[in-house]
């Protein structure tokens, strides 16, 4: 079962998105998503210039060798980009592989460990009161598990949060130059503690709980907002600060109990090594597309779960269908799963994607279809042509950049 063609397509229904799509000699295709936020068409020069070469004629079976072949063979390893790419094409060789059998991936990966998937979605509010309704709105829809930002008082606008929209809202990549926010600790470590507070007061002690603090504490700040909310029993405090520093998590573990997860911008499981075996978090993030495909995103797991740590990969809009649904067979067959992140597409990207995985109570289901599941309308993606966008940049009151 030879590669014939390799297809890189990159399209912006709403926002940007790069697939690759392999077609064998038979006639059988498989999807990977290879979006990099931000820096997409980095990601889609790499498969157009240097893998896709590579790919034609060879094995689409051969998924291992074919893993260990881009990444060991190009000598310069790992990093964002070089990760992306390869897990675009190893995503897409499991794609191939359950097509050419018949059955879903998830069935390739060991099978059900689970009969659904747990999934949290966003809500936030420009105050404490807005978020507590946002919240309930998503309870209502049928969410077991929220994750909840509230607008910081003083600052014009803060992450997590709509300018002015309520609901579950998460900042696309701005078109033209990156915006600007504005950030101070002090006042955010002021606000999320009543926060919570007033979520358990409301909605009771059933309901999961979590917080994205997006990198921006130091550790002794964050081992100050992780003690503080002890009393709220949150699912998760979410990358309390930047991970570089993974001795970091140990001054945090040593005043509090808050579960911690991190590693949705780790790209190996060496990034995550030392968190992982020294028990400094509770779930890991990492991604199908960020690091290193299903193949690569297995060993992690396998890793985390000798050490009490469970999954909780990133699942917000930046990542295409064809990642969902990818992220969706991997949680139903990994042993030590935690939870997935689920942010609804807009219209425009479900009819460019059109997909099999399906919402309810709570949880997701990839669904029964043989491979992911996925498909991509080529000619509709087409009308949607891409459209250079950024990330924010952040900053203090000061102006020192800080973490975004």
Known sequence: MKIADAKVIVCSPGRNFVTLKLTTE?????????????????????????????????????????????????????????????????????????????????????GRARDSVMVYGHANGQDVAATVEAVARTVAA???????????????????????????????????????????????????????????????????????????????????????????????????VPAELQEGFRLIRQHTVTPLATGEV???????????????????????????????????????????????????TDLSPVCLAAALHFDLSVHNFGIQEYMPHSAETDRVFPHGYRFSDGALHPGEAPGLGVEIDEALAATFPYDRAYLPTNRKLDGTVHSW
């Open 26 to 110: 038979d006639g059988i295709t498989g999807l990977g998503d290879a979006t990099l936020n931000g820096r997409e068409l980095a990601v889609a020069s790499y498969l157009q210039e240097h893998l896709v070469p590579l790919l034609i004629g060879r094995d689409a079976r051969r998924i291992e060798e074919t893993w260990h072949y881009l990444y060991k063979g190009a000598y310069w390893r790992r990093g964002p980009v070089t990760m992306t790419a390869i897990a675009a094409v190893d995503t897409a060789l499991w794609d191939i592989q359950g097509k050419g059998l018949g059955v879903p991936v998830y069935q390739l990966l060991g």
């Open 142 to 240: 049928g969410y077991r598990a929220v994750r909840a930002q509230c607008g910081v008082p003083g600052l014009p606008d803060t992450y997590g949060v709509g300018h002015g929209k309520p609901g579950a809202i998460y900042e696309p990549a701005v078109k033209g130059m990156p915006s600007e926010s504005v950030w101070s600790t002090e006042k955010y470590l002021e606000v999320v503690p009543k926060l919570f507070a007033k979520l358990r007061a409301e909605l009771g002690p059933d309901l999961h709980l979590l917080h994205d603090v997006h990198h921006r504490l130091t550790p002794i700040e964050a081992a100050r907002l992780g003690k503080e909310l002890e009393p709220h029993h949150l699912f998760w405090l979410e990358d309390p």
């Open 266 to 316: 780790f790209s190996s499981i060496y990034d995550c090594q030392q968190l992982i075996t020294e028990q400094l978090i509770d779930y890991i993030r990492t991604t199908v597309v960020h690091a290193g495909g299903l193949t690569h995103l297995r060993r992690i797991a396998h890793l985390a779960e000798l050490h009490h740590v469970r999954t909780g990969a990133h699942g917000a």
